[in-house]
């Protein structure tokens, strides 16, 4: 059974940073695209960003960020400890929402094409 573990999430003020993350079991990690979406109370849910599954070269991961996130979170995996990351910097109000990871065979910004999903983790940050 395919199981994603959100954890990390909490309550920060507006500037700080705080990393999530997500461990994955019952597939082989290395295979998936993982993406990390949020959804605010009373909105719809937001794709934040996706990592692929396959390295070019050594190390190089493919990601896709949303604009609202770009050049304050990234995302990366460990694909030894089945897990992948977001790290969050310069948080701003505007991100408080229950961070969810999503498990899919490509990366893509849709929802719809991923396949598991974590249950979430609460990430709030203060003014």
């Known amino acids: 059974q395919v199981q994603l573990v959100e954890s990390g999430g909490g309550l920060v003020q507006a500037g700080a940073s705080l990393r999530v993350s997500c461990a994955a079991s019952?597939?082989?990690?290395?295979?998936?695209?993982m993406g990390w979406f949020r959804q605010a109370p009373g909105k719809e849910r937001e794709f934040v960003a996706a990592i692929d599954w396959r390295a070019n070269g050594n190390t190089y991961y493919r990601t896709y960020y949303s604009d609202s996130v770009k050049g304050r979170f990234t995302i990366s995996r460990n694909n030894a400890k089945s897990t992948v990351y977001l790290q969050m910097n310069s948080l701003k109000p505007e991100d408080t929402a229950l961070y969810y990871c999503?498990?899919?065979?490509?990366?893509?910004?849709?929802?719809?094409?991923?396949?598991?999903w974590g249950q979430g983790t609460q990430v709030t940050v203060s003014s």
């Open positions: 999503a498990a899919g065979r490509y990366i893509s910004d849709s929802g719809g094409e991923y396949d598991y």
């Open positions: 019952g597939r082989t990690f290395s295979n998936d695209a």
